[in-house]
């Protein structure tokens, strides 16, 4: 059965506020030119210094693990990027309140918040081959810490219990396990979803949700071919 929670009346705003947050992109089966996104991020953010070899690694990533299965994908993306990262606050790394970082950025700072963690982990499985109707980028309260949070969740079947990769720990549980988060709502390329009594419900699309649109430009400009970001 599909996982199913209450929204608590203190976070039902946080449903309406994501239609100020993003998009996601469709199909990304175009090949990745790593030395030109290397050479478009070094023009647009500096030298990457060690964020190179972040990079380099990623890459390798993807290149070599194509053949494994997708649990086994899941596994070494999630376990990849929370190694490869550090948790720092938006307002101390971009000096701004809410910043989406692109995959580059997370790897050339080696630092990022919650949603940064799960976009990389995102786009890292959709170019390995993971379906999309099979992730969705979910948002959460994490309970013990009394704040809001966001992870990777991961449905094997339409009605499955997910799984969920997530920065806090490097585990993957499915989610009942995981009673320590309460999810709020999600979403992926084919739309929005809110928890409910009777199951996940797709609410609506993301087309207008503007801070995602702003990482697919993002990516656009560090090189990404256009097909990876529609």
């Not at 376990?79 to 606050?89: A, C, T, W």
């Not at 009394?146 to 969920?164: E, F, G, I, Q, W």
């Not at 709020?184 to 996940?200: I, R, T």
Request: aromatic share 10%; with cysteine; net charge neutral.
């Amino acid at each position: 059965m599909a996982v199913c929670f209450a929204i608590p009346r203190t976070l039902r705003w946080l449903c309406c506020a994501l239609l100020l947050a993003g998009v996601m992109p469709g199909g990304l089966h175009a090949d990745w030119d790593f030395s030109l996104i290397s050479r478009r991020a070094q023009a647009l953010y500096g030298p990457l210094g060690t964020g190179q070899q972040r990079i380099d690694a990623w890459q390798h990533l993807l290149a070599t693990q194509k053949q494994l299965s997708e649990l086994e994908q899941l596994n070494v993306v999630n376990l990849f990027f929370n190694k490869q990262m550090r948790y720092e606050e938006d307002i101390d790394l971009w000096h701004e309140v809410d910043y989406w970082e692109t995959p580059i950025e997370a790897l050339w700072k080696g630092a990022g918040d919650c949603e940064d963690y799960a976009i990389a982990k995102y786009f890292s499985l959709r170019h390995l081959g993971v379906s999309s109707d099979k992730l969705r980028i979910t948002y959460v309260k994490a309970v013990s810490l009394n704040r809001a949070h966001m992870v990777l969740t991961y449905y094997a079947s339409p009605d499955a219990m997910p799984l969920v990769l997530d920065s806090l720990i490097d585990a993957i549980k499915p989610a009942s396990q995981r009673t320590d988060l309460l999810p709020v709502y999600a979403f992926n390329a084919e739309g929005l979803w809110l928890p409910g009594a009777k199951g996940n419900k797709k609410v609506g699309d993301t087309k207008r949700l503007s801070r995602w649109q702003d990482v697919l430009k993002k990516m656009q400009a560090e090189g990404f071919p256009v097909e990876t970001i529609n």
